[in-house]
């Protein structure tokens, strides 16, 4: 198979994949005929391809995907108007403490925010593939480690922990989750009510635009086949 009909191959598999596809699985296209460093190499010939259009194809952490450019959103958003919730500040600022201290318990997070953390919100971050408990600390009670998933990567459109944008001043930004922030579940249950002062009142449009039938979190959305 010559480079341009291999390309169209992985075109048409990632055009129509729902999720990203990892270069391990796109291999099984050639019945791994082509090896790693050939897949990748076509991959990055295959981005170029597309640079100039309004989709574009990415690495994140469970592999490549296509995904609308983000200066779309203000023409895709058109499609779909409705202004979804949005997560409180304090929902951000406990996803935001676990991604940049974990694994972190629940009492990390509340000596960190000053505030007692619902339980009812790691629910929410768990059910939404971003959170998941992967040990416990030997200390009275073994309370649960937190700690950020694959998912929670893919969401943000990041290949690794790596890429988050530097903490300020030692204290991780709840805003840099912004994209995760439009199209989530809102935290209903305040943990306290000073944390109810920080309900938001509305809130932005959501993120990059949906392409299709999409429910990419990051706001970059997943190119998918009409059904």
């Not at 700690?147 to 903490?167: E, H, N």
Request: glycine share 6%; proline share 7%; aromatic share 4%.
């Amino acid at each position: 198979m010559n480079t341009v009909d291999a390309k169209r191959v992985l075109e048409t598999a990632l055009i129509c994949a729902p999720l990203p596809v990892s270069v391990r699985d796109l291999r099984a296209l050639f019945d791994d005929a082509l090896g790693t460093d050939t897949v990748k190499g076509l991959l990055l010939e295959l981005r170029d391809d597309w640079a100039l259009r309004g989709v574009e194809l990415v690495q994140v952490a469970s592999g490549w995907r296509f995904q609308s450019r983000p200066e779309m959103r203000v023409y895709l958003d058109r499609l779909h108007p409705e202004k979804p919730p949005r997560y409180t500040r304090a929902a951000l600022e406990t996803l935001a403490i676990i991604a940049y201290k974990q694994p972190v318990t629940r009492g990390d997070i509340e000596d960190i925010r000053g505030v007692t953390v619902n339980s009812l919100l790691i629910k929410q971050f768990e059910d939404r593939g971003w959170v998941e408990v992967i040990g416990h600390r030997e200390t009275v009670g073994r309370p649960a480690l937190l700690a950020t998933t694959r998912q929670f990567l893919d969401d943000l459109g990041l290949q690794s922990l790596d890429q988050l944008p530097a903490m300020q001043a030692g204290v991780p930004q709840p805003d840099l989750f912004k994209a995760l922030d439009a199209d989530a579940v809102p935290a209903t249950e305040p943990e306290t009510a000073a944390v109810a002062a920080e309900q938001s009142d509305g809130g932005d449009a959501p993120p990059t635009a949906v392409v299709q039938d999409t429910t990419g979190l990051d706001g970059q959305a997943s190119l998918l086949p009409q059904v």
